[in-house]
């Protein structure tokens, strides 16, 4: 069975520093790893994704994430955070297949960020 | 290409009724996953289907829920005999071809059960 951990509900951070949400998966074989943000009363937008390939992975609105297969996370990284930032994120992770499967996703972290 | 779209965004229902829930997946992509959340919390899957069949129902509770894919037409989820726990957000997401390819999530539709 597959899993995702976000140790933390809540994550706060002045604006223009750099952000950091953790997640941590376990899953049989090799991961997809995604991250997904939502804001209120939204559905999910996708940010980035490591299929395979070079551990650091951009993504949308300065958004990277480094995969560690040793220690299986997936933190999200920013090098200065916008206040815009502000929103739940989700860390999902599916089994390297080959074949389209259901995500499992983490409990979500909510980032406030503030001026 | 416009997105995943979802329909009712919002639904009230009173205990004992049905609801159901549509989505049209984005032009071009013909496999449909559903997802639940409940309050605080994060999205649990349900279902996935590619046209006209189910592929994996792991997370379908196994009685009053079932969901379809049919060739034309928007994917339905469907509850019967709704109950209070049923309140929550329902979530499709939809991708283009069977290996792993990003999920893009519609707005949801809201169910709330009086």
């Known amino acids: 069975a597959q899993s995702v951990a976000q140790p933390e509900d809540q994550v706060n951070v002045a604006e223009g520093n750099p952000l950091t949400v953790k997640c941590t998966y376990s899953?049989?074989?090799?991961?997809?790893l995604f991250w997904y943000v939502q804001y209120p009363n939204r559905g999910l937008q996708f940010l980035l994704k490591y299929i395979t390939g070079d551990n650091l992975v951009k993504g949308s609105y300065g958004f990277e994430a480094e995969f560690n297969k040793s220690q299986t996370s997936f933190h999200l990284k920013k090098p200065s955070a916008l206040v815009s930032d502000s929103a739940l994120y989700f860390c999902?992770?599916?089994?390297?297949?080959?074949?389209?499967?259901?995500?499992?996703f983490g409990t979500g972290t909510r980032l406030q960020v503030t001026l | 290409n416009a997105g995943v779209m979802q329909n009712p965004r919002h639904l009230v229902r009173r205990r004992g009724q049905e609801a159901r829930l549509r989505c049209s997946p984005m032009?071009?992509?013909?496999?449909v996953y559903w997802y639940r959340q409940l309050p605080e919390e994060g999205l649990k899957f349900m279902v996935y289907l590619q046209k006209e069949n189910i592929i994996d129902e792991s997370g379908m509770p196994k009685e009053r829920f079932s969901a379809e894919f049919p060739k034309e037409g928007p994917s339905i989820l469907r509850i019967q005999q709704v109950v209070r726990g049923d309140s929550a957000a329902y979530f499709c997401?939809?991708?283009?071809?069977?290996?792993?390819?990003?999920?893009?999530f519609g707005p949801g539709t809201r169910l709330l059960v009086l």
């Open positions: 032009k071009g992509h013909s496999h």
């Open positions: 999902a992770v599916s089994p390297n297949t080959g074949t389209a499967s259901k995500l499992t």
């Open positions: 997401a939809s991708s283009p071809r069977q290996t792993q390819e990003t999920q893009y």
């Open positions: 899953v049989s074989g090799n991961p997809y």
